[in-house]
């Protein structure tokens, strides 16, 4: 059974900073591409930020470029966002995801037929 645990979120101030945890089993982890989506209230679901762990690219949306970074640990199968200058516009559900790795590319993520997604972690940035 896929199982992708992710970390409590919480209540940031702006310009703070979180890391998000994702805790995966059930799957080949080396094999998949895991990554964060986020929706805000009345907004469209977006890819955050993803990385290929059979290849190690990583992909970042513009909103969050500079500021988040995503990282794997393979050994924990777990993997990891750093969130830094935190914006209230950050304020979102977050969600990981696991998928096929070719969703996942330097200047892409999209959404398979095969996916994963956790349960979801609620961050609160505020101004």
């Known amino acids: 059974e896929v199982q992708l645990v992710e970390s409590a979120g919480g209540l940031v101030q702006a310009g703070g900073s979180l890391r998000l945890s994702c805790a995966a089993s059930g799957f080949t982890f080396d094999d998949y591409a895991i990554g964060w989506f986020r929706q805000a209230p009345g907004k469209e679901r977006e890819g955050v930020s993803c990385?290929?762990?059979?290849?190690?690219?990583?992909y970042y949306a513009d909103s969050v470029k500079g500021r988040f970074t995503i990282s794997s640990d393979n050994a924990k199968n777990t993997v990891y966002l750093q969130m830094n200058s935190v914006k209230p516009d950050d304020t979102a559900v977050y969600y990981c995801?696991?998928?096929?790795?070719?969703?996942?590319?330097?200047?892409?993520?999209?959404?398979?037929?095969?996916?994963?997604w956790g349960q979801g972690t609620e961050v609160t940035v505020s101004s």
């Open positions: 990385i290929n762990n059979e290849n190690g690219r990583t």
């Open positions: 995801a696991a998928d096929q790795s070719v969703v996942c590319g330097t200047y892409y993520y999209n959404v398979g037929p095969e996916i994963y």
